[in-house]
Structure formats: C-alpha cells, structure tokens
C-alpha cells in the first residue's frame, strides 16, 4: 500500500524592480525557481511592491489565504557577491534611498513593543 503525502506549499516571494533599476534580481531568481518542478511540492509566487508596509500587507494577507507550509522571502543587496541568508532582524527601518512609494524612514521602529533585534 502506497500512503500518498500530501503537496507541500510553498510561497516564494521576490520584490519589483527600484531604485532606478530596470529589474530585481529577486524576480529573476524566483522565475527560474517556479519553472522548475519539485516532486511533493508546489510553488506560488507572490511579487511584491517594494513599498514600506504595502508589501508586508499583501505579504500577511497572501499567508492567510493561501496558508502555505514553507514561505521563502528573495530580496537583492547588490553590494553582495552572492547568495547570502539573513541572521538578523533588525526592527528599525533605516532607507538608504525612498522607495517606489517614495518613503524614506530613517531609525524607525517597524513594530512597536517588539525586541529591538531577532537572531
């Protein structure tokens, strides 16, 4: 008897071109993630506005309706030369330049009463 395991989902997240850039790096990756096939998984990919709390917003409701079981979140730091994870979350919004909203916050608490920092 075969026990059929049931699809894994997966939400990939990767964010729109900014900063004057033509394309983000993030989409590109995902693209060529989501055009692959992984056996016991599908994958849904949610491209997100880079727009301070806009994409957090869609992010969360995304979650709810979709509940997916592993959520992976692409990003685009061009001053590094490869791949690298995040070790930290900092909860301080500190915009180098606006975004497509054209924010800039600058030393800003992003959630209010929560730990100055997750590692």
Known sequence: MKIETPMKKILLTAFEPFGGHALNASQEVALAIQSQSFE???IELLNLPVERFKATDILERSIE???PDI?????EARSRGAITPERVAINVDDFRIPDNGGHQPREET?????PPAYF
């Open 71 to 75: 959520i992976i979140l692409l990003g």
């Open 40 to 42: 016991g998984a599908t």
């Open 65 to 67: 309706e979709q509940q």
């Open 110 to 114: 992003v959630v209010e009463g929560a």
